[in-house]
């Protein structure tokens, strides 16, 4: 078998194992935007079924003698005899197609089957615990959910921390050594910041915010906001869901959906920026590599660096509202005719600590970040009871916040992550935040227009500039490697620090 016939029989395996994984998506989709609340139920057993195809399919011998053909399955290393005839390229995609399936190996199908019934029973435990505020409830699955995690991380090998298995997962390569230092700096540079916005005598009136806005015309103006970021509806929709999210089955088809409150107006305009963020990277996808690790995203925290980036570097800043607060306006006379733009772009931009994560602002939200990422790793290095979790929530709250929650569903029952199995998730959003301020920093660089066409609503530059420099690679470079090739940098919180320093500082006059 000559090297180009056996990486096109794996790329042709891979695409028809992709199939079954769309399939699941679309049921997924379907799930949580239309599907009647009665086919729960057998919706659960559909995906299930699709899913573990895709599994059986992947770690197959069939997956597994196209390999062969093309590396050693012992050390993953390409066979000398087809290195060379193999570009760049398609060295990279079975670099990756190898991560994915020697990961997938080791984990035994029955300890997979048993963590999915888990973390599905864990979850049902965890809606009814949050609503009746029962952490004790949620205590036995939580506990039983830790340890198989633990296990999960002994099955796939770990250096210095089973919690470093668990985080690859979701950011090949990050360690806890890597984050550690990272979020120390941080956390000092923020809660800094934070102690002088407190101080500061402006006061935003967020009081605008909470108005009567008719929610049609929320969503149509998240539609022309998605327009001007080149979200092409042709190859996408939006939607409306409980949780906004986005979904790609192909850069062809990439669904974002919101969410809509009428007495709450950021909710619906922020979700469409920043869902739209994370459909233009599916979007910008290469269509050529469907199926392949090449045509996949790199990790989660390059996919939320680019939501984050239209978000807040983009839809929070003065420049974007100089062309699209007229627009508001013209939608919401009543509402917002006589509101300067001065005070709307205040008020959008408050900083005040909050309990729960997904409602805090730009600044809080790290913090946020950080006590969980603490958290998960002494319950996953085994340094703290699981029953103490309430306790040791609450203190790292008043110590990062200064705040404490009233009760545990306000606590650390709010987020479905551990339910859901996901330790490691967590610190892919502050990662995010800090990839989305590097990048943001070297467009600017790239672009020196910038700042004049988002005054102008001409949002395409950028948009085209993460197409070349992000999107169009897949899984080709690392997260660490395509950071460093776009910026010139390894990773480093500065470029965010300085952002929060500079828009902050002018916002809230700080000494
Ligand atoms: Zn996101």
Same mark, same amino acid.
């Given at each position: 078998?000559?090297?180009? =016939?056996?990486?096109?029989?794996?790329?042709?395996? !891979?695409?028809?194992?992709?199939?079954?994984?769309?399939?699941?998506?679309?049921?997924?989709?379907?799930?949580? @935007?239309?599907?009647?609340?009665?086919?729960?139920?057998?919706?659960?057993?559909?995906?299930?079924?699709?899913?573990? !195809?895709?599994?059986?399919?992947?770690?197959?011998?069939? @997956?597994?003698?196209?390999?062969?053909? !093309?590396?050693?399955?012992?050390?993953?290393?390409?066979?000398?005899?087809?290195?060379?005839?193999?570009?760049?390229?398609?060295?990279?995609? !079975?670099?990756?197609?190898? /991560?994915?399936?020697?990961?997938?190996?080791?984990?035994? *199908? =029955?300890?997979?089957?048993?963590?999915?019934?888990?973390?599905?029973?864990? %979850?049902?435990?965890?809606?009814?615990?949050?609503?009746? +505020?029962?952490?004790?409830?949620?205590?036995?699955?939580?506990?039983?959910?830790?340890?198989?995690?633990?296990?999960?991380?002994?099955?796939?090998?770990?250096?210095?921390?089973?919690? &470093?298995?668990?985080?690859?997962?979701?950011?090949?390569?990050? =360690?806890?050594?890597?984050?550690?230092?990272?979020?120390?700096?941080?956390?000092?540079?923020?809660?800094?910041?934070?102690?002088?916005? /407190?101080?500061?005598?402006?006061?935003?009136?967020?009081?605008?915010?909470?108005?009567?806005?008719?929610?049609?015309?929320?969503?149509?103006?998240?539609?022309?906001?998605?327009?001007?970021?080149?979200?092409?509806?042709?190859?996408?929709?939006?939607?409306?869901?409980?949780?906004?999210?986005? @979904?790609?089955?192909?850069?062809?088809?990439?669904?974002?959906?919101?969410?809509?409150?009428?007495?709450?107006?950021?909710?619906?305009?922020?979700?469409?920026?920043?869902?739209?963020?994370?459909?233009?990277?599916?979007?910008?996808?290469?269509?050529?590599?469907?199926?392949?690790?090449?045509?996949?995203?790199?990790?989660?925290?390059?996919?939320?660096?680019?939501?984050?980036?239209?978000? +807040?570097?983009?839809?929070?800043? /003065?420049?974007?509202? %100089?062309?699209?607060?007229?627009?508001?306006?013209?939608?919401?006379?009543?509402?917002?005719?006589?509101?300067?733009?001065?005070?709307?772009?205040?008020?959008? &931009?408050? #900083?005040?600590?909050?309990?729960?994560? #997904?409602?805090?602002?730009?600044?809080?939200? +790290?913090?946020?970040?950080?006590?969980?990422?603490?958290?998960?790793?002494?319950?996953?290095?085994?340094?703290?009871?699981?029953? $103490?979790?309430? $306790?040791?929530?609450?203190?790292?709250?008043?110590?990062?916040?200064?705040?404490?929650? @009233?009760?545990?569903?306000?606590?650390?029952?709010?987020?479905?992550?551990?339910?859901?199995?996901?330790?490691?998730?967590?610190?892919?959003?502050?990662?995010? &935040?800090?990839?989305?301020?590097?990048?943001?920093?070297?467009?600017?660089?790239?672009?020196?227009?910038?700042?004049?066409?988002? =005054?102008?609503? &001409?949002?395409?530059?950028?948009?085209?500039?993460?197409?070349?420099?992000?999107?169009?690679?897949? /899984?080709?470079?690392?997260? *660490?490697?395509?950071?460093?090739? #776009?910026?010139?940098?390894?990773?480093?919180?500065?470029?965010?620090? $300085?952002?929060?320093?500079?828009?902050?500082?002018?916002?809230? %006059?700080?000494?």
């Amino acid at each position: 078998m000559s090297d180009s =016939t056996a990486l096109e029989l794996l790329k042709t395996k !891979l695409r028809s194992i992709h199939h079954l994984h769309d399939a699941a998506a679309l049921l997924s989709w379907d799930q949580e @935007t239309y599907m009647p609340t009665g086919g729960g139920a057998i919706r659960a057993e559909q995906l299930a079924t699709l899913q573990t !195809l895709a599994h059986d399919q992947f770690v197959s011998a069939d @997956t597994e003698a196209l390999l062969i053909a !093309l590396l050693d399955t012992s050390s993953g290393a390409i066979l000398p005899e087809q290195a060379a005839s193999l570009d760049a390229a398609s060295q990279a995609l !079975l670099r990756e197609t190898w /991560r994915d399936f020697s990961r997938a190996k080791k984990l035994p *199908s =029955t300890f997979v089957n048993e963590l999915e019934r888990e973390c599905s029973l864990a %979850q049902q435990v965890w809606v009814k615990a949050r609503k009746t +505020n029962d952490f004790q409830l949620f205590l036995p699955n939580l506990e039983r959910l830790v340890e198989l995690k633990r296990r999960e991380a002994d099955y796939l090998g770990f250096t210095d921390s089973p919690y &470093n298995a668990l985080l690859d997962t979701y950011e090949p390569g990050a =360690t806890v050594a890597q984050l550690k230092p990272l979020f120390h700096t941080l956390r000092t540079e923020l809660v800094r910041l934070l102690d002088q916005i /407190r101080q500061s005598p402006v006061h935003p009136q967020t009081s605008l915010m909470t108005q009567s806005y008719n929610t049609d015309q929320q969503v149509e103006f998240g539609r022309l906001v998605l327009t001007h970021m080149g979200y092409d509806f042709q190859r996408g929709r939006l939607d409306l869901s409980a949780h906004p999210f986005t @979904t790609a089955f192909h850069p062809t088809d990439v669904r974002v959906t919101t969410r809509v409150f009428e007495r709450d107006l950021p909710s619906c305009l922020f979700s469409c920026i920043h869902e739209g963020g994370h459909g233009l990277y599916d979007q910008g996808l290469p269509p050529s590599q469907y199926g392949t690790p090449l045509g996949e995203s790199i990790s989660l925290g390059i996919h939320e660096s680019q939501s984050r980036l239209w978000e +807040n570097a983009v839809g929070r800043s /003065r420049e974007f509202w %100089q062309y699209f607060y007229p627009k508001l306006q013209a939608r919401f006379p009543e509402q917002l005719g006589s509101v300067p733009e001065s005070e709307f772009y205040l008020a959008i &931009n408050r #900083v005040s600590p909050s309990l729960i994560r #997904v409602e805090a602002d730009e600044l809080t939200y +790290n913090l946020h970040i950080m006590l969980r990422f603490e958290i998960e790793l002494d319950v996953i290095e085994g340094r703290v009871m699981i029953d $103490d979790l309430p $306790d040791v929530w609450n203190a790292k709250m008043q110590d990062y916040l200064g705040i404490i929650p @009233t009760s545990d569903a306000d606590g650390v029952l709010q987020d479905v992550h551990w339910s859901l199995g996901a330790f490691g998730y967590f610190p892919t959003y502050t990662l995010g &935040n800090l990839y989305a301020a590097m990048l943001f920093q070297q467009a600017k660089i790239d672009l020196p227009q910038l700042g004049q066409h988002m =005054t102008e609503g &001409n949002l395409l530059p950028l948009k085209n500039w993460l197409n070349d420099r992000v999107h169009r690679w897949g /899984r080709q470079y690392s997260a *660490s490697d395509l950071i460093k090739q #776009v910026t010139g940098m390894a990773l480093t919180p500065e470029p965010f620090i $300085d952002g929060l320093r500079e828009k902050f500082g002018a916002l809230y %006059q700080l000494p």
